[in-house]
């Protein structure tokens, strides 16, 4: 570089983030030496070959709580994971793309980048965008519509043949779902037999 006053300059190139191997690390991501891409950094020491994607196959029907990585747009519903250990944590490396396979100095990085597999990633693994606060909220009204209605349930006189039964059906079916009780009807004045949803939904709660 030559100034126009003072003359010739040295040129100082401007400091770049490097990983804990002296590599420099780019926003848009650092690729490392795989059986599909020999053209990438070295792979350091221990490092595993990066799974295949149709390994990584998921049910985006699972509502469970608390909800899977694929169910979360933090990170990118499963193609962003967060590095907490291993050869690439301890280069400094903190998020990883299961698509285009780049490691990431930064998590931020990796949220914010453009992937260019990411929509073929998504087609083979089956993660699928959507609205799983909603989808839950709908499975809850249709566990409650399933519910057999009072007025449909069979009557007893006394609470000794609603035992009875309750027995008969626990001996035909023994694993059931949520404890089966019999219980007194006001409305009409006799003996039921049914689930307790209360006490499941009480019992699993303070399970969890």
Same mark, same amino acid.
Request: hydrophobic share 35%; proline share 9%.
């Given at each position: 570089m030559i100034d126009q006053k003072n003359g010739p300059v040295e040129f100082t190139p401007a400091d770049m983030p490097r990983d804990n191997a002296g590599n420099i690390a780019y926003e848009h991501g650092n690729f490392f030496q795989s059986k599909e891409h020999s053209d990438g950094l070295p792979r350091p020491a221990y490092a595993r070959e990066p799974r295949s994607w149709p390994s990584m196959i998921v049910d985006p029907d699972i509502l469970s709580?608390? &909800?899977?990585?694929?169910?979360?747009?933090?990170?990118? *519903? +499963?193609?962003? /994971?967060?590095?907490?250990? #291993? =050869?690439?944590?301890? /280069?400094? *490396?903190? +998020?990883? @793309?299961?698509? @285009?396979? #780049?490691?990431?100095?930064? *998590?931020?990085w990796a949220q914010d980048h453009k992937c260019h597999e990411?929509?073929?990633f998504r087609d083979i693994t089956r993660r699928e965008i959507r609205d799983y606060p909603a989808l839950r909220k709908v499975q809850k009204q249709l566990a409650a519509t399933k519910r057999k209605k009072c007025n449909k349930k069979k009557r007893y006189g %006394?609470?000794?043949?609603?035992?009875?039964? @309750?027995?008969?059906? /626990? &001996?035909?079916?023994?694993?059931? /779902? %949520? =404890?089966m009780e019999p219980y007194f009807c006001y409305r009409h004045q006799a003996w039921h037999v049914g689930h307790n949803w209360l006490r499941y939904n009480t019992e699993r709660g303070q399970r969890w």
């Open positions: 709580r608390p &909800a899977p990585n694929w169910q979360h747009p933090n990170s990118r *519903y +499963g193609l962003i /994971l967060r590095v907490h250990a #291993g =050869p690439f944590f301890d /280069l400094g *490396y903190q +998020g990883h @793309c299961h698509a @285009c396979r #780049g490691y990431f100095l930064n *998590y931020e990411e929509q073929a %006394t609470k000794i043949e609603a035992e009875a039964h @309750c027995e008969r059906m /626990l &001996a035909r079916v023994p694993l059931q /779902l %949520t =404890p």
